[in-house]
C-alpha cells in the first residue's frame, strides 16, 4: 500500500529553518514526480516545490527559501526552509502523482500524506 508520511513541523521563530520530511512506503520514488503543497487557514492548497522522476527539481514558491531534495536510499523527500515568515504558516503536505514530470496542480496527484503542521510566530 502506498503511504506517504510527512513529519519536521513546528513552532518557528521568524527568521528561522525548519527541515520537513516526506517518507514513502509502498513505492520507489525514482517512479514518481513528488511534491509538496501547503495550505493556510481558509486558502486553497498550492503548491511549493517538486522533484521529477528523474530527479530535478521545480519551485513554485520562493526558491531562495525554499529546496527540495530526495535521497532514494531511504525513499525520502526533504523540503528545507529558511528565513521564515509569518506567511509561510500552513499544512504542509507531500504528495506522489503518477507521471514523470512535475506538475503544481492539486488534481495532478495520486497519493497524499496526511500533512505536518508549520506555524511561524514569535
Known amino acids: 500500500q502506498l503511504q506517504l508520511a510527512e513529519s519536521g513541523g513546528g513552532l518557528v521563530q521568524p527568521g528561522g529553518s525548519l527541515r520537513l520530511s516526506c517518507a514513502a512506503s509502498g513505492f520507489t520514488l525514482p517512479v514518481y514526480a513528488i511534491g509538496w503543497f501547503r495550505q493556510a487557514p481558509g486558502k486553497e492548497r498550492e503548491g511549493v516545490s517538486c522533484i521529477s522522476s528523474s530527479g530535478g527539481s521545480t519551485s513554485y514558491a520562493d526558491s531562495r527559501r525554499f529546496t527540495m531534495s530526495r535521497d532514494n536510499a531511504k525513499n525520502t523527500v526533504y523540503l528545507q526552509m529558511i528565513s521564515l515568515k509569518s506567511e509561510d504558516t500552513a499544512v504542509y503536505f507531500c504528495?506522489?502523482?503518477?507521471?514523470?514530470?512535475?506538475?503544481?496542480?492539486?488534481?495532478?496527484?495520486?497519493?497524499w500524506g496526511q500533512g505536518t503542521q508549520v506555524t511561524v510566530s514569535s
Open positions: 504528495a506522489a502523482a503518477r507521471r514523470r514530470y512535475c506538475s503544481s496542480y492539486v488534481t495532478d496527484y495520486d497519493y
